[in-house]
């Protein structure tokens, strides 16, 4: 079944609708919720900025890390 029809047929439980819908979505590959996302829900553009703004971040973190250990370094050798 398709992540649509699952959803469509979703066992509704006291756990609330974010429970119910995670216990299906578990059942899909990362790949498959990426491909739902941009051909069933139309939102490729609001990915793909996410997906930009994680990516940035992590090239931030890791040159503050180099900087640091490179500022460690000069003074060590101070």
Known sequence: MSIREELN????TYHGIYSD???VLDKFSTQELVDYYINE???EGNLRYFLEQE???NEISK???ITQVEYYESEMDM
């Open 9 to 12: 047929n979703r066992i509704k």
């Open 21 to 23: 819908v995670g216990i």
């Open 41 to 43: 829900l139309k939102l």
């Open 55 to 57: 990516i940035t971040a």
């Open 63 to 65: 040159e503050k890390a």
